[in-house]
């Protein structure tokens, strides 16, 4: 089944149960082409589980996901590399690092490059972790391919996992609160890498509890409360960071959004 296909990605009656907490409750959520939305809401809102869920990670109960119009079999045959192959990356709030490993190990893990007989291009993938690491600008001089990554900084460590998302293409990033445990020049570099996948014409999903940082980046807010989607709104209806803060507030209250003069 297709779509018109005019937004990168559509996801219909997303459900999840854990137990008996009801994690998310007919969720509809929707990504455009070239397009950074906010996710937010408080603590336990469900962003987590929705980003997990468009990430391949966890199946939900119920749903429906189409990705450039094309429908993808979500309860069945959905998975993280399946994501990938459709152009989807995740930048987890754990972050999903291998520590003990270096850096080039944790670019290339799970997609390692091979020549004949299956042998690992090593050299190959060094050469190309110097290169990331140069263009995502957020490692130390003293950072190179061979680094072991529990040594790095919390904001290099956040580089590594976005250096995935750049070296394989991806169309869409989403990003679980990626701002946590960062300085703020640390996380000045991460909007500036929100910023610039944008330019290049993909879209990123950013789930933070956080409005000050999101709301510099993001152009579309998603508000989800308890796991419900309550509403969305444009930064054109939100003049200020203070006003998103108000209405993350007022939807946690009342488990509503306030009504906009627009």
Known sequence: MTRKGKLLLEAYGISKS?????????VDFTVGYSEVVGLVGDNGAGKSTLIKILAGVIKPDKGELYIRGQKVDLLNNYSVQHARKLGIEVVFQERALAEQHTFWRNLFMGRELTGKFGFLKISKMKEISEKVKGEIGFMSPGVNADSVVKRLSGGEKQGVAIGRALYFHADLVLMDEPFTGLSVLESKKV??????????????????????????????????????????????????????ENIMIHVVKTDSLPLIKR
């Not at 854990?18 to 007919?26: E, H, N, Q, T």
């Not at 890498?193 to 998603?222: D, W």
């Open 18 to 26: 854990f137990g008996r907490v009801r994690a998310l409750d007919s």
């Open 191 to 244: 909007q500036g890498f929100i910023k610039e996948l944008k330019e290049r014409g993909k879209s990123c999903v950013i789930v933070s509890h956080n409005p000050l940082q999101v709301y510099e980046v993001a152009e579309r807010f998603v508000f989800l409360n308890r796991g419900r989607k309550i509403g969305e709104l444009t930064k054109s209806d939100i003049p200020t960071v203070g006003d998103l």
